[in-house]
């Protein structure tokens, strides 16, 4: 994780970070996983967790409790109920208490009950110094976050396409049972930068004042976590210093996009067979020192293992210190299937290796496989594929001592690259 460099702006804020959103790369933390009170940016949990668990035309009951809530709220009358998008749009627009209880009693049973999903959640995001207690971000000792967990969370929160919806809107036309009027997003930095897509605001008396913003700048995202500063105006003067340093010095570039050819592997017969990236792989750049990015090609051999390729099964086995197969099993091939063949990691400066998936036509196997051999080959595989998760992907000779025969091919397909 990158430390306050000398050269970036001073804040205020007593913790920050600034995240590319695309890679999950760190260029500023200041105090990143010192524990903070986070407010309301608290909310962002609660509306992903709604999102993941429920459905937009949930209609959510409001208890007592959740009515009696304190500001800012939407006034709701108890026993009433609302679907959860628009419960959702008060809880990220004016930063609602009342609904983001009623959605935990709703979606969790109770707010205590739900305080343990968010506690969970957070902990598989790997926000190991986070504790909820309630979905709302009211002052409790024991709900406490930093800013680099709240990143995290937040960049799992954005992947939700509804989420990145609700979050970048402005206005909405509130329609309830009590009173209709317009919601006007109090994220300030969502009229005042340019590029912002959201995300929340928060604010206690004894968190102060936090705030979590996104910005787009071309194929760049950043996302800035701030917490514990004074006023409102300081918190957003630190937001866009550390967003326009960030945009200034930093970008994202793709290494590799999907469905280009990556590499390519040289069959027994010497065809080469073209190997293609199922997916973007980007990397975090500063734009004035552009790092060396080195890929190196994983063929994995497979562990002794009983295949099971579609209607036939056979036995394959490993002899210890080789990358070779024997096995007694075939299938016909599928050519319009795609093999995971292997995997290409890419390392970048002091960064987390990338490592992507790559992919081969079984149409390219299948012309290597018709190759004719000698009868005196034992029977072997000359071409190894490792198996994703639930597959085993192998190309097999099956060869008769006796006479010449063609070599057969053995998979079980899966589906390639898209566009």
Not at 269 to 279: C, D, F, H, K, R
Request: hydrophobic share 40%; glycine share 6%.
């Amino acid at each position: 994780m990158t430390t306050q460099p000398e050269n970036w702006p001073n804040i205020v804020s007593q913790a920050a970070v600034v995240m590319d959103m695309n890679t999950g790369t760190i260029v500023y933390a200041k105090n990143p996983e010192a524990e903070h009170y986070p407010a309301s940016i608290t909310k962002i949990m609660t509306a992903m967790l709604a999102l993941e668990d429920g459905k937009l035309t949930d209609m959510v009951p409001v208890s007592k409790n959740a009515a009696d809530q304190p500001p800012d709220k939407l006034y709701f009358v108890p026993g009433e109920s609302e679907p959860l998008l628009q419960m959702l749009y008060g809880l990220m627009l004016i930063s609602a208490n009342d609904a983001a209880v009623a959605i935990a009693e709703d979606y969790g049973g109770s707010v205590s009950g739900f305080a343990k999903m968010m506690n969970a959640k957070a902990k598989a995001l790997g926000a190991t110094h986070t504790h909820f207690d309630n979905p709302n971000g009211l002052p409790d000792p024991n709900h406490v976050s930093t800013a680099y967990d709240m990143a995290l969370i937040t960049k799992a929160a954005m992947q939700i396409p509804e989420f990145r919806k609700i979050v970048s809107t402005r206005t909405y036309h509130w329609k309830g049972e009590a009173w209709q009027s317009q919601l006007y997003n109090i994220n300030h930095m969502l009229f005042t930068y340019p590029g912002s897509i959201g995300v929340k605001t928060g604010y206690t008396s004894v968190a102060h004042e936090t705030l979590v913003v996104a910005a787009t700048r071309g194929n760049t995202t950043f996302l800035a976590v701030l917490m514990d500063n004074p006023t409102n105006y300081s918190i957003m003067q630190d937001a866009t210093q550390l967003l326009n340093f960030a945009f200034d010095h930093y970008q994202t570039d793709m290494v590799v996009q999907k469905g280009t050819v990556v590499d390519e592997l040289r069959s027994p017969n010497g065809s080469m067979v073209p190997l293609y990236a199922t997916e973007n792989v980007v990397a975090t750049v500063d734009k004035a020192h552009p790092p060396a990015i080195r890929g190196t090609l994983h063929l994995r051999a497979l562990p002794p293992a009983t295949l099971n390729l579609g209607a036939v099964t056979g036995r394959a086995t490993r002899t210890p210190g080789s990358t070779f197969l024997q096995a007694a099993a075939s299938v016909p091939v599928q050519q319009n299937a795609w093999l995971h063949v292997g995997n290409l990691t890419y390392s970048l400066a002091d960064e987390p290796s990338v490592t992507l998936p790559l992919f081969a036509q079984a149409s390219s196997f299948a012309q290597i496989a018709s190759l004719r051999v000698h009868s005196s080959h034992p029977l072997s595989v000359f071409w190894l594929i490792p198996g994703g998760v639930g597959m085993v992907l192998i190309i097999v000779f099956l060869l008769s001592r006796r006479r010449k025969s063609r070599a057969r091919i053995c998979i079980d397909a899966v589906h390639g690259p898209e566009s």
